[in-house]
């Protein structure tokens, strides 16, 4: 069982970056996929990108690309997300979470709590 510890919201200005944290406790990652999730206000969550622990290879929704990107230290079993130029849309509760390699996005597990994300002038 991996457990997951987002880390690093907070509120910030328009234009502002902010990059969060996601810990994992777990004595090996390497057949695991991190993936990043949010949530706004009144919205269903959508899916952020996500990272494979073993290779490092990346994924960030188009929406995102260019703004947000994901990387991860093995050594510290963390996974961040790199959010720049921020905007009021990127308002919400940041989420991570596991799925194994091969599992669809469906399968994703072991949420963590949340951080929040709020983006106001």
């Known amino acids: 069982q991996v457990q997951l510890v987002e880390s690093g919201g907070g509120t910030v200005q328009p234009g502002d970056s902010l990059r969060l944290s996601c810990a994992a406790s777990?004595?090996?990652?390497?057949?695991?996929?991190m993936g990043w999730f949010r949530q706004a206000p009144e919205r269903e969550r959508e899916f952020v990108g996500a990272i494979t622990w073993g290779e490092g290879t990346t994924y960030v929704v188009d929406s995102l690309k260019g703004r947000f990107t994901i990387s991860r230290d093995n050594a510290k079993n963390t996974v961040y997300l790199q959010m720049n130029n921020l905007n009021a849309e990127d308002t919400g509760t940041y989420y991570c979470?596991?799925?194994?390699?091969?599992?669809?996005?469906?399968?994703?597990?072991?949420w963590g709590q949340g951080t929040q994300v709020t983006v106001s002038s």
């Open positions: 979470a596991v799925k194994r390699r091969g599992a669809t996005n469906a399968e994703y597990g072991s």
């Open positions: 777990a004595r090996t990652l390497t057949m695991y996929v």
